[in-house]
């Protein structure tokens, strides 16, 4: 009895390995023939049991018929274990590693974004600084020290989003400019890029989150023909060398005298059949923002002497840039994340 005992053990041990050693379905099925086939090495020992004494065969049989079912279990293993290698065997041959990859999908630098640097660039080449600061302002910094009193009508326009009683989120990026002048003497040479905010209903040409650029120059002598010759080479940087620019008057508080600019339209460049451009509703002019002479009050605001220092000072919004750049007629296009349509735009 312990004879078949150790002859089973030996029998399964060297079957698993056997088993495992098999590469293939056939080479599997011929393991599985020369143990648990009709005349393998099972139905060898099964033989052997008529010549035990009667009293052990019964033991004997279970013993034998145990080890079938262990061995059995382990060829399931081994045969599923030969399947998966077959799987990945015809995986590997189907994938052709020379055949060229997929681009991954990059992104373009969004076209306000683009504007931005490119607006950037041009002021420092001429030696302006970039600032950025905050888009949540207390009311000073947005309206009391840009000359516009807490009963002063223009404030209706500007007066938007409030996050408690003295603090908004800006509605325009001009509070740089107070906060550049209280920290620093001039000459003063800055452009402010950032977000701005107010509580405009959503159409072709307003958003109620836009970007501006401000740019502010104080120094001696500066006089209206800077703030003219800079804006033109913006525009012609932004649009093409035959770009122009047209000064209308307007008034805003924080200077005097202030002027709305305009860009000749790029789509039809002022010369539309009866008016039909769809950009610029057939002006031939895109409205770009505003700009003027920094006022005196401001100036004495941040301790600056009027009668030493003068500056200009203009504010463009960049999604209205983007529109004159890009040729697009909707807005909020540049806010639509379309992938396709932000990628045609460079
Ligand atoms: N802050 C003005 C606005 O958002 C635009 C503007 C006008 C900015 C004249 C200026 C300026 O710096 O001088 O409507």
Request: hydrophobic content about 40%.
């Given at each position: 009895m312990t004879q078949l005992t150790q002859l089973l053990a030996e029998l399964q041990e060297r079957f698993g390995a056997d088993a495992d050693a098999a590469i293939g379905e056939q080479a599997l099925e011929n393991v599985r023939v020369a143990y648990l086939g009709r005349n393998g090495e099972v139905t060898k020992i099964r033989r052997t049991i008529g010549t035990l004494p009667a009293a052990e065969r019964p033991g004997a049989g279970k013993a034998i018929n145990d080890a079938v079912a262990a061995m059995e279990e382990r060829l399931k293993?081994?045969?599923?274990?030969?399947?998966?290698?077959?799987?990945?065997?015809?995986?590997?041959?189907?994938?052709?590693?020379?055949?060229?990859?997929?681009?991954?999908?990059?992104?373009?630098?969004?076209?306000?974004?683009?504007?931005?640097?490119?607006?950037?660039?041009?002021?420092?080449?001429?030696?302006?600084?970039?600032?950025?600061?905050?888009?949540?302002?207390?009311?000073?910094?947005?309206?009391?020290?840009?000359?516009?009193?807490?009963?002063?009508?223009?404030?209706?326009?500007?007066?938007?989003?409030?996050?408690?009683?003295?603090?908004?989120?800006?509605?325009?990026?001009?509070?740089?400019?107070?906060?550049?002048?209280?920290?620093?003497?001039?000459?003063?040479?800055?452009?402010?890029?950032?977000?701005?905010?107010?509580?405009?209903?959503?159409?072709?040409?307003?958003?109620?989150?836009?970007?501006?650029?401000?740019?502010?120059?104080?120094?001696?002598?500066?006089?209206?023909?800077?703030?003219?010759?800079?804006?033109?080479?913006?525009?012609?940087?932004?649009?093409?060398?035959?770009?122009?620019?047209?000064?209308?008057?307007?008034?805003?508080?924080?200077?005097?005298?202030?002027?709305?600019?305009?860009?000749?339209?790029p789509k039809c460049r002022g010369e539309s059949a009866e008016g039909r451009c769809s950009l610029c509703g057939g002006s031939g002019w895109i409205e770009l923002g505003g700009a003027g002479m920094v006022h005196p009050n401001v100036l004495r605001e941040v301790g600056y002497d009027p009668d030493v220092y003068s500056g200009w000072a203009f504010g463009f919004g960049v999604e209205r840039l983007g529109l004159a750049r890009y040729r697009v007629d909707d807005i909020r296009r540049f806010i639509s994340s379309e992938p396709d349509f932000l990628a045609q735009l460079s």
């Open positions: 293993a081994a045969q599923a274990a030969v399947e998966s290698r077959a799987v990945d065997a015809e995986l590997a041959a189907s994938i052709d590693v020379t055949f060229p990859a997929i681009a991954p999908a990059a992104g373009s630098i969004h076209p306000v974004r683009r504007i931005i640097e490119e607006s950037c660039d041009y002021f420092m080449r001429h030696g302006f600084a970039v600032v950025v600061g905050p888009e949540a302002e207390p009311d000073y910094y947005n309206f009391d020290a840009l000359n516009i009193p807490s009963d002063h009508p223009s404030r209706e326009s500007f007066d938007s989003f409030w996050l408690t009683d003295s603090v908004l989120l800006r509605p325009h990026t001009s509070p740089m400019q107070i906060r550049t002048m209280q920290e620093h003497r001039p000459p003063i040479a800055i452009v402010a890029p950032g977000k701005c905010f107010r509580r405009d209903a959503l159409d072709a040409r307003h958003l109620f989150q836009f970007h501006q650029v401000e740019g502010l120059l104080v120094a001696d002598d500066i006089h209206f023909g800077h703030l003219k010759g800079m804006l033109t080479g913006l525009c012609r940087e932004l649009f093409g060398s035959g770009q122009r620019v047209r000064f209308r008057p307007s008034y805003f508080p924080f200077t005097e005298p202030s002027a709305e600019v305009d860009t000749t339209c």
